[in-house]
């Protein structure tokens, strides 16, 4: 069962964790395993492994057997996310991928378009690749404002108040469960987005004839959505849920 502390969140899984999201929240190192499968481990993170392995035809026994040999394997290298405060994993979030977001967002629009007006003639897959990563990144840069200037200020301000032992804000969004809807909704997009193009480019390939750039814009793709599943699933299958049951405790007192 899953409990809480007063002051410092402290959020402990006594049960095995029974998803593929809560399986990577208990060691991130699992993660390389879903990735290595196409299998979604951030917006599609609350499913159990075998209905994530039936949704992409996979066998649960051989996905399981690699996760059960990580188990075996001394030492997560993963940082222990799970025992941060909910103000720190908000602030280490905006640092950390809105920021690589907001870093990378220029390059990599100019060098979607670039290639695709150089090579889209013969690679017509590239026009599509540059249409969807505009949607991706017009779609992200107002998801980020929305988190950074509404959703997170709220959830800190509540880790904040629970640290201090002081009152709880009050929310202006009514139950802090309904901006975490629409930003899993966005999350859902933005991840349906990049795993267009990831299968339009046939997993970030770069053709024999592929020039430099081209081959960079693939490298740079891969590297951006890798970066999106690490940061969707601190907010997911971490962040959220634990703002959503911090709330309720709240209102249980
Ligand atoms: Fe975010
Ligand atoms: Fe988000």
């Not at 599609?44 to 394997?73: F, H, I, S, W």
């Not at 941060?84 to 920021?99: F, G, K, M, P, T």
């Not at 002081?166 to 009514?174: A, S, V």
């Not at 770069?206 to 599943?229: G, I």
Request: charged share 25%.
């Amino acid at each position: 069962m899953t409990t809480f502390d007063t002051g410092i969140i402290n959020l402990t899984m006594a049960q095995k964790p029974v998803t593929i999201g809560e399986m990577v929240v208990a060691d991130y190192r699992k993660a390389e395993v879903f990735r290595k499968y196409g299998m979604d481990y951030c917006c599609g993170g609350k499913k159990p492994l075998e209905e994530a392995c039936r949704k992409k035809g996979l066998d649960p026994q051989t996905v399981q057997k690699e996760l059960d040999e990580l188990d075996l394997m001394p030492g997560k290298t993963h940082q222990d996310y799970e025992s941060w405060s909910l103000n720190i994993l908000a602030d280490y979030i905006v640092e950390h991928h809105h920021r690589y977001i907001v870093e990378a967002l220029p390059m990599l629009y100019e060098l979607t378009n670039k290639v695709a007006r150089v090579h889209g003639d013969r690679h017509p897959e590239l026009v599509r690749i540059a249409q969807h990563f505009d949607a991706v990144a017009q779609e992200l840069q107002m998801h980020m404002i929305k988190e950074e200037q509404m959703l997170f200020p709220y959830i800190k301000q509540m880790a904040i108040a629970r640290q201090d032992g002081k009152p709880m804000p009050t929310p202006i969004f009514g139950s802090v469960e309904n901006p975490i809807r629409m930003m899993e909704a966005e999350h859902e997009s933005a991840g349906g987005g990049m795993e267009a193009i990831r299968q339009l480019s046939s997993d970030y390939t770069p053709p024999l004839d592929a020039c430099t750039s081209y081959r960079v814009l693939f490298a740079k793709l891969n590297e951006f959505e890798q970066d999106l599943h690490q940061h969707v699933h601190l907010e997911n299958n971490l962040l959220f849920p634990k703002a959503i049951a911090m709330e309720k405790d709240r209102s249980a007192a």
